[in-house]
């Protein structure tokens, strides 16, 4: 049996304020009018200084969202949040100068609008903790057991995964960084779908963790991979195979052996949407799949497989190109 991961749940002050400024950078729907209205102003002056110098507006967010996941400040982090998202050697001191001010700035009003953030988080994540620490560790054991049947890897979940706390701007949101064993999660006091509660969104990203170790350590680790916002996408550029999508009805179906819900069929198209994985088709796909591979016994990568040939014509959607939700540009998970 594959020994469960302990989660050490933290909040994290800074990476809300990145995550927040993130949302409203890029343009994501954002479910905290007063919070987008008072990042917007930094924010857009940020992004107008990125574009004069010559630097991906997304990127920078990206990569400044990674680095303050793992525990630099912002103004640290944005020298190399510049580089990794191609701002010139010549122009990065001095952008990242003028970029420190206003992030500073965006920290400032965050603050202004939460000023007891940390001990809100360590409240918000009363409910999920409490919920975690009664179910997640069966719910973990059930979902290795139906990936890998009666033998799952011995080291297959990490001794200790790391779960950062944010404050919700998204009505729930989530990522993963699976080579530092790290997962974020917005804290909501309740479930965003009652359908789909949201201790199943930690188990689907702490699996995400889980995945992306498995496959650094059968296919080799990539030299150099770009920072999403659930700085995971590294996960997908080492496997062609849909393990995001794939995982999503094996933890549904986890749940479900757990007697944690009741639903027939699973949730499955609303998790998908739920936790930005792809827009209804795409959901309708993964269900198809599900209903056609869940009883066949096969190796979860020949499964995988038949979900990436399933998908296939969804990627020649000229509308749909990379299956992002084209009225949430924060959004940036996509079918491979």
């Not at 990569?63 to 990794?84: M, T, Y």
């Not at 496959?215 to 030299?223: F, I």
Request: aromatic letters at 8%.
């Amino acid at each position: 049996m594959a020994k469960k991961s302990n989660l050490r749940f933290q909040p994290a002050v800074d990476l809300s304020v990145i995550h927040a400024s993130f949302v409203v950078a890029t343009g994501g729907v954002c479910s905290d009018q007063r919070t987008e209205s008072a990042l917007l102003g930094p924010t857009s002056e940020i992004n107008t200084r990125l574009v004069s110098a010559l630097t991906d507006v997304r990127a920078f967010w990206s990569a400044l969202f990674a680095s303050v996941a793992a525990g630099r400040s912002a103004r640290q982090a944005c020298p190399a949040a510049l580089a990794s998202a191609g701002c010139s050697e010549l122009q990065i001191d001095q952008t990242a100068a003028a970029l420190g001010s206003q992030l500073d700035q965006c920290r400032i009003v965050y603050q202004q609008r939460f000023p007891k953030l940390k001990e809100q988080l360590g409240l918000r994540a009363g409910p999920l903790k409490d919920r975690w620490q009664t179910y997640g560790p069966g719910l973990l054991i059930e979902t290795a057991r139906l990936i890998w049947g009666s033998t799952p890897p011995e080291k297959w979940w990490p001794d200790d995964v790391d779960c950062l706390l944010v404050q919700p701007v998204r009505g729930g949101d989530g990522g993963f960084d699976s080579g530092q064993c790290r997962v974020w999660i917005e804290a909501m006091l309740t479930d965003a779908d009652p359908s789909v509660g949201e201790i199943f969104r930690l188990a689907f990203w702490v699996t995400q963790v889980a995945v992306g170790r498995h496959l650094a350590a059968t296919l080799g680790h990539v030299e150099a991979t770009s920072h999403p916002e659930d700085f995971g996408s590294g996960t997908h550029r080492r496997t062609s195979l849909p393990w995001d999508l794939g995982c999503v009805p094996v933890v549904l179906t986890a749940g479900a052996n757990l007697e944690l819900f009741r639903a027939d069929p699973l949730p499955i198209e609303t998790a998908v949407a739920l936790w930005r994985l792809g827009d209804e088709s795409v959901g309708a796909v993964v269900a198809n799949w599900w209903d056609q591979w869940k009883d066949a016994g096969a190796a979860m990568p020949v499964a995988l497989k038949a979900l990436d040939r399933m998908l296939a014509p969804l990627r020649k959607r000229p509308e749909t190109a990379g299956m992002r939700d084209e009225d949430d540009a924060s959004d940036n998970r996509s079918v491979r």
